[in-house]
């Protein structure tokens, strides 16, 4: 029997957090607890600051269509931090405000791949990278991510494997699932591949830059003649704990970001006007709260990394960035996906299978630690008493 759904639904793609997600609360509402560590958000609540601007916003009158591109005021504020942490020009002009991260994803996909053409990106790696590849009817070719090499990508097997059909090169720095940290050196090296090309782009997903530890986030969009090459994407959901907000944006050269304010004409019209206007207090008002919220992910990795290795068959390295663990589960002898639901059903934790980051992650979960200690020593001794019960 056809389907009623037209033929590109089939290649779409989905996040597997929000499908466990349903299946936790579902046993939540049978009475079950559950310690919920497979969702990529802040526990924290949105800085009083944040929420103080969005409600004068909505008094001001900040209820109505806005460009679609940004608010001026706002993608000059844009401009102007990514100029300051990237250290490079960056006009208000280069800027697009969307709701969420999210859609930089899919609209540069859209504005940039054609059918046929090839897109690398980190595997394991964020799901939808993949889903919109697949989406747009482009060639997915992953970027295999080993733990030997602490989740970095080889940029080796990244010029071996650019084609003439290559359009674009996706990376995520720190990254998601793996906590990975991509150096300066690795950046060069990555540039050099497409050195010569002025037809590949980078999509460079920085998401995660502020939530960084013991090393130093470094922009693949700084590095000499890469700034016109790159888009740059970046937000408010996890640095000012604002995922619910809807308030990301991407930084590109401006006849892309002509482009992509084009997409935002034909999908939404413009983000929503008060968040935006909450995301521009977020960067100009004080730093504190996100300090203090990465110096409370700092002490909860320490717990999570050191009680995941105290568990037989499990072995995790401390990851540098965002707020993920990747442990390798090989020895406890279970797939990932089985892992995953037995964890779930039989010890009321809820984390990810790693092939929900590509076929790469086998062999390892994905826990988040955007959680409080309390609830990640609960979830360490349940993982622990499951295990050991295999
Ligand atoms: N990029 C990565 C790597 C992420 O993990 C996420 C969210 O989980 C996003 C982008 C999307 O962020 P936003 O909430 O701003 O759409």
Redesign the pocket.
């Known amino acids: 029997m056809s389907s009623i759904f037209a033929k590109r639904m089939e290649t779409l793609g989905t996040?597997t957090?929000f499908e466990v997600l349903a299946k936790a609360k579902a046993l939540e509402k049978q009475g079950k607890d559950i310690v919920h560590l497979e969702i990529?958000?802040p526990d924290f609540d949105t800085p009083k600051n944040i929420k103080e601007a969005a409600t004068k916003a909505i008094h001001d009158g900040y209820t109505h269509y806005v460009p679609a591109a940004g608010i001026p005021e706002v993608t000059k504020t844009i401009a102007e931090y990514i100029s300051k942490t990237r250290n490079i020009e960056v006009s208000p002009e280069e800027v697009v405000v969307t709701?969420?991260?999210?859609?930089i994803?899919f609209f540069s996909i859209l504005a940039l791949v054609n059918p046929g053409e090839e897109v690398m990106y980190q595997n394991p790696?964020?799901p939808?990278y993949e889903s919109v590849i697949n989406f747009v009817g482009a060639k997915p070719v992953p970027i295999p991510l080993k733990e030997e090499k602490n989740f970095r990508l080889d940029p080796e097997y990244v010029k071996q494997n650019v084609t003439a059909k290559t359009k674009m090169i996706i990376i995520?720095s720190p990254?998601?699932p793996t906590g990975g940290v991509l150096t300066k050196k690795d950046l060069k090296a990555i540039a050099d591949c497409i050195k010569d090309r002025d037809d590949v782009f980078i999509l460079s997903?920085e998401?995660?830059s502020r939530i960084i530890y013991e090393a130093k986030h470094e922009s693949i969009a700084s590095l000499p003649g890469m700034k016109e090459k790159t888009i740059l994407?970046d937000?408010?959901?996890?640095t000012y704990a604002m995922?619910g907000w809807?308030?990301?944006y991407g930084v590109m050269r401006k006849d892309l970001a002509q482009k992509i304010a084009q997409l935002m004409v034909n999908s939404n019209s413009c983000t929503c006007a008060f968040t935006q206007m909450a995301g521009m207090e977020a960067l100009k008002g004080s730093q504190e709260e996100p300090a203090r919220m990465v110096a409370a992910f700092k002490r909860r990795r320490e717990t999570i990394v050191s009680g995941l290795n105290n568990i037989n068959g499990v072995t995790c390295k401390k990851p540098l960035g965002?707020f993920y663990v990747f442990p390798n589960i090989t020895d406890v002898g279970m797939n990932c996906r089985r892992l995953s639901d037995y964890l779930l059903n039989k010890a009321g934790v809820a984390v990810l299978p790693g092939t929900s980051f590509g076929q790469y992650g086998e062999g390892y979960l994905r826990l988040s630690f955007a959680n409080s200690v309390e609830k990640i020593e609960k979830a360490l001794n349940r993982i622990s008493e499951a295990v050991d019960s295999l």
């Open positions: 996040e957090a990529g958000e709701p969420g991260a999210k859609p994803m790696g964020f939808i995520n990254e998601n997903d998401i995660y994407l937000g408010f959901s996890k995922t809807r308030l990301g965002a």
